[in-house]
């Protein structure tokens, strides 16, 4: 059994776990003032939260205990794996491939087929704790079909270039070109993605 808030549109096809909250206002909204909109074939699993203001594509998938707070705009065939966190106000894009304890933090851009590793942290915050904390947040962008290995961190406002690849563990402190691989503490560019054996 789960509970869905007034105003959430789910669409045909949906599979949804128990313990799943759907349309949780946020901080000073009432039940059902913000849409919602889940679009088809979505499984949602179980002890999952999704805040109000969502708007998510079809063929949706979470593991166990996500949580997606509010206002995303999330694509088309999006996975987002056991674990993982998602704040508010970020763009995931069409075929993103989130694996399990990732957390994404406000503003981040996640596009197109990209695929973020287990327990990968995005950082947004460039002074933490600073008075003006808030209005400085800035989250990565990464772009389409990156791929970011585990246990990576990525510093706030980084650009992670088109098909770069982050080897597992790095710490990334500056962009990352397109088609390069970068790896270590900082993140230095080791190779080409041509350079691969794919």
């Given amino acids: 059994m789960y509970k869905k808030y ?5 669409g ?15 901080k000073g909204q009432s039940d059902g003032s913000v849409k919602t909109i ?17 708007i998510i594509g079809q063929n949706f998938q ?23 966190v998602i704040e ?3 763009i995931i894009e069409d075929n993103v491939r989130i694996h399990s304890q990732a957390f994404i933090p406000e503003y981040s851009i996640l596009k197109g087929g990209c ?9 947004n915050a460039l002074y933490p704790l600073s008075p003006n904390v808030k209005k400085n947040l800035k989250g990565p962008i990464i772009e389409k079909n990156a791929k970011i290995g585990a246990n990576a961190t990525i510093l706030p406002g980084i ?4 098909n770069a690849l982050i080897g597992a563990g ?6 990352v070109p397109d088609n390069a691989v970068v790896a270590g503490n900082p993140a230095q560019i080791t190779k080409h993605i041509s350079d691969l054996p794919y």
């Fill in 6 to 10: 007034k105003n959430v549109h789910l």
């Fill in 170 to 175: 790095s710490v990334v402190t500056k962009d």
């Fill in 12 to 26: 045909e096809g949906h599979i949804i776990g128990d313990y799943v909250i759907i349309g949780h206002p946020s």
């Fill in 38 to 54: 889940i679009s088809k074939n979505a499984v949602i699993r179980s002890h999952t939260i999704i805040y109000s203001g969502n």
């Fill in 88 to 90: 508010h106000h970020v």
């Fill in 115 to 123: 695929w973020i590793g287990p327990n990968v942290v995005f950082t």
């Fill in 62 to 84: 979470t593991g166990h205990h996500v949580m997606i707070r509010e206002f995303n705009k999330i694509g088309d065939n999006v996975s987002v794996g056991t674990l993982s």
């Fill in 159 to 162: 650009s992670i270039g088109e």
